[in-house]
């Protein structure tokens, strides 16, 4: 089994920044894509950002030139810089991964994370 610990999460003024932090643990034989997820209250969730296991990398248009997707592969972990918050960004943060699971016939599944709230208020 595969596990995906968020952290990095909490209240910003608008115009802060916050890191989010995803790491992956457990029978990992690989990783695939990674990603960030967010949903609002009453909102379908939406996909925030996505990095491949080369590098490359897609933003959805909320968060272009704002938010930066990164990995540590060393690590399984992904990151998620945000900046110039606006209260428009409040949600909670899912991490996604896919990942090629060891003791699941190194099969790609998808896992995700618990969850981040991030409120951005002044």
């Known amino acids: 089994q595969v596990q995906l610990v968020e952290s990095g999460g909490g209240l910003v003024q608008p115009g802060g920044s916050l890191r989010l932090s995803c790491a992956a643990s457990?029978?990992?034989?690989?990783?695939?894509?990674m990603g960030w997820y967010r949903q609002a209250p009453g909102k379908e969730r939406e996909l925030v950002a996505t990095?491949?296991?080369?590098?490359?990398?897609n933003y959805a248009d909320s968060v272009k030139g704002r938010f930066t997707i990164s990995r540590a592969n060393a690590k399984n972990t992904v990151y998620l810089q945000m900046n110039s918050l606006k209260p428009e960004d409040t949600a909670v943060y899912y991490c996604?991964?896919?990942?090629?699971?060891?003791?699941?016939?190194?099969?790609?599944?998808?896992?995700w994370g618990q969850g981040t709230q991030v409120t951005v208020s002044s």
């Open positions: 457990g029978s990992i034989f690989s990783i695939n894509d």
């Open positions: 996604n991964a896919a990942v090629r699971d060891s003791m699941r016939l190194r099969l790609q599944y998808d896992y």
């Open positions: 990095i491949t296991n080369g590098g490359s990398t």
